[in-house]
C-alpha cells in the first residue's frame, strides 16, 4: 500500500469515525429528551380531567345540599347517585391515565437505549429488543388514550345526569 492510499483510507475512516459520532450523540440527545417527557406526560394527561372531575364533584354536593329537601326520597336521588358514581369514576381514571402514559414513554425510552450504536453505516440500527419495547410502550400508549377517553365519557355521562337533577329539582320544588 502506498502512502497516499494509506492516507486517503486512513481520511475516509476519520470521516466515518466523525459521521458515526454524530449519530451517536443524536441518538443520545433523544434519548435524553424522552426522559424529560416522561416526567410531562404523567403531569400533562392528567389535569383537565381530574380538574373538571372533581370541580363536578363539588358542584354537585353544593347542589345537592341547597336542594336536599327536594331531592331526599326522591327519584332525583338517583340522578344524584349516578351523577356521583361518574364522576367520582372520571376522577379514578384520570389517575390511572398518567400512569400508563409514563409506562408508555419509559418503554419508548428502553426501546431507544437497546438500539445497536455502530461505527459503519447504518450507525444506530434498531434491535429485536427496541422493536418489542417499542411495541409495548405503543400498547401503553393506546391505552392511555383510551382510558382518558373513557375519564371525558364518564364525565360527560355524570354532566347530563347532573342536568337531570337539576331540572328534576326545577319541576318538584322542596316539600
Known amino acids: 500500500m502506498t502512502m497516499p492510499d494509506y492516507e486517503e483510507r486512513r481520511q475516509k475512516m476519520e470521516w466515518l469515525r466523525g459521521d458515526a459520532h454524530i449519530a451517536h450523540e443524536i441518538h443520545h440527545k433523544s434519548v435524553s429528551e424522552h426522559m424529560a417527557?416522561?416526567?410531562?406526560?404523567s403531569n400533562a394527561a392528567m389535569k383537565a380531567p381530574a380538574l373538571a372531575a372533581a370541580g363536578a364533584i363539588a358542584a354537585?354536593?353544593?347542589f345537592f345540599s341547597a336542594?336536599?329537601?327536594a331531592i331526599a326520597g326522591t327519584t332525583g336521588q338517583s340522578f344524584f347517585n349516578e351523577a356521583l358514581i361518574?364522576?367520582?369514576?372520571s376522577v379514578l381514571l384520570t389517575v390511572l391515565a398518567p400512569?400508563?402514559?409514563y409506562f408508555?414513554?419509559?418503554a419508548?425510552?428502553?426501546s431507544l437505549g437497546r438500539d445497536d450504536l455502530r461505527w459503519e453505516r447504518p450507525f444506530v440500527t434498531e434491535t429485536a429488543a427496541s422493536k418489542r419495547l417499542y411495541f409495548v410502550g405503543t400498547v401503553f400508549q393506546v391505552l392511555a388514550i383510551i382510558?382518558?377517553?373513557g375519564s371525558i365519557g364518564l364525565l360527560v355521562g355524570g354532566g347530563w345526569r347532573f342536568l337531570l337533577l337539576a331540572h328534576f329539582v326545577s319541576e318538584n320544588p322542596p316539600r
Open 37 to 41: 417527557v416522561v416526567g410531562t406526560f
Open 60 to 62: 354537585l354536593l353544593g
Open 67 to 69: 336542594n336536599y329537601r
Open 86 to 89: 361518574l364522576f367520582g369514576s
Open 99 to 101: 400512569g400508563l402514559a
Open 104 to 106: 408508555s414513554q419509559l
Open 108 to 110: 419508548f425510552l428502553w
Open 147 to 149: 382510558v382518558v377517553l
